[in-house]
């Protein structure tokens, strides 16, 4: 089994921290390997990025994603950029707020992730209710190995916070169908 993950967004979004904690769930958490790769363009704050994870029970002999197999965008730039090696199988996620013209003649899931931090009173959790929804729909990661890896690295005052958005986003995940 290898599962090739893209996060995509925008600097500042937590896109990094989002790859970062799915491939901690992954190889700390859990019994598999992984690799998280990432980039983003040289303002940082604002422009197109990306986190790439590899997940395997294997070894993992090269770091960068060939193909997706789950492709998730949080913002519209990222979306149009980061989707050139997506399959016709490759699962999509996206928050239709955040990526308005999604339209690409395929079923895709949508999840209102930001609107869910909104509801929580912080949209910086919204890379986190994004986590939570990729763990409902992309059923490869145990949900309780997901969870260990947000409070393992988020800063311990903002556990709850970052716990109710996985949560609630995983629910919304759960309840996704593509459309």
Known sequence: MKKEIRICGFGGQGVILAGFIYGKAACVFSDLNAVQSQSYGPEARGGAARSEVIISDEKIGYPRPTSTDLYVAMAQEAFDTYRHDIRD????????????KHDIGRPIYKVKVQKIAEDLGNKIVTNIAMVGAMTGIYDLLDPEAVKKA?????????TELNINAFDRGYEAGKNARPE
């Open 89 to 100: 199988d490759t699962v999509i996620i996206i928050d239709p707020d955040l990526v308005p």
């Open 150 to 158: 947000v409070i393992d690295s988020v800063p311990k005052r903002f």
